[in-house]
């Protein structure tokens, strides 16, 4: 079974220009999360799909993020603009189930974005 | 607010037993779970506790008490391999939350 899949897996990208991060969960996985990790610091939250409904967006920090998930399939995050404090490793995970299984996530190799 | 504290680092003996402990405060609560993450690696699960008590699974075992909103994560006959940082991640009314991770030194 393959597992979630991320791409690219560095992007190096000017201040204001715009970066679209990729992610393909494990298939059959209702469930999708973006998790961003700053350099030492906690893995944070960004947003929870399930099937192609965003069901929490709470943790993306501002307007300048965009996720989607067409069709319940993969889901992209774009950035745009993008700014320096957006540097860090973004992860993509999925889970089983609709009815709120997400202690079992399986995460995958994480996106490193450094905005210069 | 909602937060989840671990201890930043923890040095053990190749061979010995290690703790690391996760206290958390949250609204409302669904499960503590562990995962593990290798120098520039993803995040991989370790186990889960949705209910007090204590989980084994092979050379680990994590234990929940919701009481104290408390638990831990226990590795046994520690191998240079086990060196990472680990994270609890709790799942409260809005969303899952992780711990800054405790990064665990093996010494041989």
């Known amino acids: 079974e393959a597992g979630v899949t991320q791409f690219p897996s560095h992007s190096v990208i000017e201040k204001g220009q715009t970066v679209t991060l990729r992610c393909d969960p494990i298939?059959?996985?209702?469930?999708l999360y973006w998790y961003r990790r700053v350099m030492g610091k906690e893995i944070k939250f960004l947003l929870h799909?399930?099937?192609?409904?965003?069901?929490?967006e709470s943790g993306m920090p501002n307007n300048r993020f965009l996720a989607e998930r067409t069709g319940g399939t993969y889901s992209t995050l774009k950035v745009q603009p993008a700014e320096l404090e957006d540097s860090g490793v973004y992860f993509c995970?999925?889970?089983?189930?609709?009815?709120?299984?997400?202690?079992?996530?399986?995460f995958g190799p994480g996106t490193r974005l450094t905005v210069t | 607010g909602q937060s989840l504290e671990q201890p930043s680092e923890v040095t053990a003996v190749e061979g010995a037993i290690v703790q690391i402990n996760c206290t958390y405060q949250?609204?409302?609560?669904?499960?503590l779970s562990w995962y593990q993450q290798h120098d520039g690696g993803a995040p991989t699960f370790l186990s889960y506790?949705?209910?007090?008590g204590l989980e084994e699974t092979g050379r680990f075992s994590s234990f929940l008490s919701r009481s104290d909103s408390y638990g831990y994560l226990l590795l046994q006959e520690l191998q240079m391999k086990d060196s990472a940082s680990y994270f609890c991640?709790?799942?409260?009314?809005?969303?899952?939350?992780f711990g800054k991770g405790t990064r665990l030194h093996i010494l041989p």
């Open positions: 995970a999925s889970s089983q189930g609709t009815s709120g299984t997400h202690y079992e996530q399986y």
């Open positions: 298939s059959g996985h209702d469930n």
């Open positions: 799909f399930v099937k192609e409904s965003k069901q929490d």
């Open positions: 949250t609204s409302g609560f669904y499960g």
């Open positions: 506790n949705g209910l007090d």
């Open positions: 991640a709790v799942r409260g009314d809005d969303k899952i939350i």
